[in-house]
Every structure is written in C-alpha cells, then in structure tokens.
C-alpha cells in the first residue's frame, strides 16, 4: 500500500550547525505535506506545510523541499537550538486525510 | 490562533469502564476533526474521522462500537472508550482542520488497569 516513510531514525547534530531532516513519500495523489514536531508526551506541533505545486517554502528557521519526481520531501532547520531537539514526523495530505511518517529524533549536542 | 484542547490530559481508570475525552477548537470552527492513537515511540495512526452533526468514519480494524465518536458541534467532538481494557492504554490525540491543514490537541494519556 501506499506509505510515508523517514530514511533515518536518529539525527543528532551540533548546537548551531544546520539540520536536514529527509522523508519519502510514494502517493502520488498527495497534494499537501506538513512536518510536525512532537516532543515528549505531547502532541504534534505544526512547523511548516507545502502544496504539491510548491517545490519550495520558507519559514522562520525552516524551509521544506517538495521533489515530486522522486517523491522526496525534506526539512531544513537553520542554526538548530536545544529547543528544537524532538521528534519529527513528515506527514502526506490527500482528500482531507493525513498519513504520517514514522519519525525521526532530533538530538542537538550542546 | 487554531489552539486545540483535550481534557483531560491523562486518566487512569480500571478495566470495564468507559473513559470520555473532549476535544475542543478554542477559537476557530472545525467541520472536521480527527482521532489519532499513538503508542510509545511510534507515529500517529488514524482512528476515524469526525464530522460535525454526522457519523464518524472509522479506518479499518478499528471498532466503532468501542470507540464511539460524537461531534455534536464545530467547536467540540468526544471520543468515548467504552468498556476500557489494558490493551486500549495508549496516547489519544485529537486534531481539527482549517482547510487542508491540521492542528493537534496536547493528546489524553489513558492507562487502564
């Protein structure tokens, strides 16, 4: 069946340098992604979302890649913090419908 | 803006009972709102969704006898656990749509003994 899928189960990078977090994707119907960060016990936070007929879009610290041609989608996290050391789940859109990734923990080292 | 609570946040209860969390769009209206199960250090998976003044719709292999759904308004959707067993202990969340995008609730531990 169709899945969302994350490359890497762990990242850990140092205070200040830059993050990529890296998912794949195979619905080809999917016409929105949204990366969400979760830290423990809590519930998903909304970082940042793309259209299907984006390929790339930028936030405060953060910009999402969208490559539909190798159904690809990244996140980008500029001079990571502490704060942002959490899970990461990239997630597809299709009718209403969101199908989440399986996540990735990011782990910044001081 | 697009806040989503849940209360309560966590509740233990023992096998049997039935186990009621809200979930509620603090200052938008949300047609459509969404129940999610997560166990430990695992994704989000979806249970059903939910909208307003209609029947939820369950993915497969989820019960809706046990998991019983309302959405009575656009602010506010219950999910019931009825008859809870330790196997239904797990993290619940909650999210609402505005348009395409979905917002989550800070999610109701349950653990049932």
């Known amino acids: 069946g169709e899945s969302v899928g994350l490359h890497l189960p762990t990242l850990s990078v140092q205070e200040g340098d830059n993050s990529i977090i890296n998912c794949a994707y195979s619905?080809?119907?999917?016409?929105?992604f949204i990366w969400y960060k979760q830290e423990s016990g809590k519930g998903p936070q909304f970082i940042i979302d793309?259209?299907?007929?984006?390929d790339k879009r930028q936030g405060q610290r953060v910009t999402v890649l969208l490559n539909k041609t190798v159904k690809h989608l990244s996140l980008q996290i500029a001079a990571t913090q502490p704060g942002d050391s959490a899970v990461y789940f990239c997630?597809?859109?299709?009718?209403?419908?969101?199908?989440f990734g399986k996540g990735i923990t990011l782990s910044v080292r001081p | 803006g697009a806040v989503v609570s849940q209360h309560p946040s966590w509740v233990i209860c023992k096998s049997g009972t039935s186990v009621k969390i809200e979930c509620r769009s603090l200052?938008?209206?949300?047609?459509?709102m969404f129940w999610y199960r997560q166990f430990p250090k695992q994704s989000l998976m979806l249970m059903a969704t939910?909208?307003?003044?209609?029947?939820?719709?369950?993915e497969q292999g989820v019960e809706k006898d046990k998991f019983l759904i309302n959405h009575a308004s656009l602010t506010l959707s219950t999910l019931t656990v009825t008859s809870a067993h330790p196997e239904d202990s797990s993290f619940y969340i909650c999210?609402?749509?505005?348009?395409?995008?979905?917002?989550f609730g800070p999610g109701t531990r349950l653990l049932v003994l």
């Open positions: 999210s609402a749509s505005t348009e395409e995008t979905q917002y």
């Open positions: 619905n080809s119907a999917s016409d929105y």
């Open positions: 793309i259209r299907s007929n984006m």
């Open positions: 997630a597809e859109g299709a009718n209403s419908k969101l199908t």
């Open positions: 200052d938008f209206q949300a047609t459509t």
């Open positions: 939910s909208n307003e003044g209609s029947k939820a719709t369950y």
